[in-house]
């Protein structure tokens, strides 16, 4: 487990910050009140393998103790770089973003099970939008009681949204809850 270097330093920002907007200073800057040390940390991002982890300071000096070969995972795994260089965000990440995000989409009850299929948002099933969404902003997908479902890509502004059909689609699908389902085959 080692830090990130500058890029891909740049490519988890770049991320986090399509979603999260300037709220990202509140994960950067988030105080660590685990483990028995008296002052608390921060948390900090860590590559293993091709996965980075948001991970406690004190969690990471206790770490250095296992051997690379036996460290499986480590804190919360909030995404993971491809073969091609690019990061791409899993859906454990969900409760981070959720907590700082920007944009925000509310799903009417009928729509949360097409969503957590797999399928995109269609704007029939839009219960509530946040204002000033802009196209290919990310926004976090959250049931009408406010539980985090997934998170998208925007496919039309706020204006936009008001103006299509009911059969449009306002929110690509990024990643959902569904998915631990739906790959359980995988493990």
Known sequence: MRPLDEKEMGEVFKKLMLFTGNNLKNII????????DPNPGRYCFRLLKNKVFYISESLVRRATNIGRKNLVSLGTCIGKFT???????????????AANAKHKVWLKPTSE?????GNHVLKGGLGKITDSINR???VVVFSMSDVPLGFGTAARSTQECRKCDPNGIVVHHYADIGEYLRDEDDL
Not at 29 to 36: D, K, L, V
Not at 83 to 97: I, P
């Open 29 to 36: 800057e988030n105080p660590s009140h685990e483990g028995p």
């Open 83 to 97: 073969h091609g260089g690019g990061f791409r965000l899993t859906v454990q990440s969900l409760n981070l973003l």
């Open 113 to 117: 099970m097409s969503f957590l299929y």
């Open 136 to 138: 290919n902003d990310g």
